[in-house]
């Protein structure tokens, strides 16, 4: 069976260019890698994402959001993740059922069994093997994101980005707190330095809990 990654964090964190980055190593190190994301990464799925990143689309109830997320999370699970790490490869995913705690819970106040319950709907039996949460001070991360969008010629996907300090500031507590509560699956990453020294802290224990794997099998 493969191995299932998940990258998580606030806003602007740079997750996405990291999971890249981790991509790339990994797969110059040999492994046969799956890159995708959440909400997103089969064409229904990327339909619903275009509705939940809407800018327009503020008057959505915390409600509507959890269910949208679950949806489009239960058709990504099974068109891409699972058959994925069926063949063997490494499936490295930009946010999965962690998010939906921080965010949800977290920062909608949603109570977690109701979000605990979808969650185990939708990613059926793909459950994180490592989650890398790269922990971003929120203001420097939305000033990151924003300035991400205005340089954006693509869709504005910034409905979340007009949340409030204090909103992202609940959904990075609540980030820490799950990181706290399974230490064994997180990996913690400062998001301060370079690019590439943040790689490469990133690449080196990922790489090190792979050939961990490996010996235990």
């Known amino acids: 069976m493969g191995f299932f990654i998940t990258f998580e964090g606030v806003e602007g964190c740079g997750k996405t260019t990291q999971i890249r980055n981790l991509a790339q190593r990994l797969t110059e190190a040999g492994y046969r890698t799956v890159l995708t994301r959440e909400p997103g990464g089969c064409a229904i799925a990327d339909k619903i994402r275009t509705i939940l990143l809407d800018a327009d689309n503020q008057a959505m109830l915390p409600l509507t959001e959890l269910l949208l997320y679950a949806a489009a999370r239960a058709q990504h699970v099974a068109e891409v993740i699972l058959p994925a790490r069926a063949s063997g490869a490494i499936v490295l995913c930009d946010r999965f059922s962690d998010a939906t705690i921080a965010y949800q819970h ?112």
């Open 106 to 217: 977290f920062g909608r106040g949603i109570a977690r069994p109701t979000i605990d319950a979808l969650n185990t709907l939708a990613r059926q039996s793909a459950t994180p093997d490592l989650t890398v949460l790269m922990d971003c001070d929120v203001a420097t991360g939305l000033a990151r994101a924003k300035s991400r969008i205005a340089a954006s010629s693509g869709p504005r996907e910034e409905r979340f980005e007009l949340e409030t300090l204090s909103f992202h500031q609940r959904v990075r507590d609540g980030y820490l707190q799950l990181a706290a509560d399974e230490a064994e699956r997180f990996l913690t990453i400062s998001a301060s330095g370079t690019i590439d020294e943040i790689s490469d802290r990133i690449a080196t224990q990922v790489l090190e809990r792979l050939m961990d794997r490996s010996r235990a099998i």
